[in-house]
């Protein structure tokens, strides 16, 4: 298999709508989209209290190759984040120091890997954004093949580029570009209503009466 890199073109969110992403919670977006769109729930931050906010660059490896990876943090764009298909082979580790120091110096969103990573140590000095399903000792090989900007089924969920990538301690979520304005409105009036929510409860409301939970039935004693 070849590496490949398709070319596409696809529309780039403003630094004010990135901004507003930025402050939503994984929970909040994926409940504005239905409560879909949530990858595996394995697929966690490296660095406890890391969060990922940026458009999507996807890469789909030859099981246990990490070749496109290294192309696709060498190509992508400022901001941009890399989210990695692993072809299901969790042993092996897609990404380590180096791959995560070039995203680091070109200044990318983070890396996403429906996979292992290694290095941790050094993963957690350089401070970018890095989520995946754990941490193996085994690397990985080269050159046997990969595809790049592609629609890629990552952690359980398709992601095409320039989908919205946004993660934190409770894990990944991909909101589909066509739908990003839409799930922003949506997402931001979901927050102002748990803000309500919260000051309601700490007043002394208590849940049932916040969220209108239908009333208890009352069964006689038999």
């Not at 120091?97 to 680091?104: G, I, S, T």
């Not at 570009?177 to 929510?197: I, V």
Request: aromatic content about 4%; overall charge negative.
């Amino acid at each position: 298999m070849a590496m490949q890199r398709y070319l596409v073109d696809y529309r780039r969110l403003s630094t004010d709508a990135l901004a507003k992403w930025s402050s939503v919670p994984s929970s909040v977006a994926s409940d504005a989209l239905n409560r879909c769109q949530s990858m595996d729930s394995r697929i966690k931050p490296m660095v406890p209290g890391m969060r990922i906010c940026g458009q999507a660059r996807t890469v789909v490896t030859m099981p246990g190759d990490n070749s496109m990876v290294h192309h696709a943090v060498s190509l992508a764009e400022p901001g941009d984040v890399v989210v990695v298909a692993g072809g299901g082979l969790d042993d092996v580790a897609l990404a380590g120091e180096w791959v995560v120091r070039c995203c680091k110096r070109r200044a990318l969103g983070g890396l996403v890997v429906d996979g292992s990573v290694r290095d941790l140590h050094e993963i957690r000095g350089l401070g970018l954004p890095v989520f995946a399903k754990g941490a193996v000792a085994r690397g990985p090989h080269k050159n046997f093949g990969g595809k790049m900007d592609v629609t890629a089924a990552i952690g359980g969920v398709p992601v095409n580029p320039g989908d919205l990538i946004l993660g934190d301690e409770d894990g990944v979520v991909v909101v589909p570009l066509a739908f990003a304005d839409a799930a922003l409105t949506q997402s931001l009036a979901l927050l102002e209503r748990e803000r309500q929510w919260t000051e309601q409860i700490e007043a002394g409301a208590t849940l049932v009466d916040v969220l209108g939970v239908p009333p208890l039935e009352i069964v006689p004693a038999e």
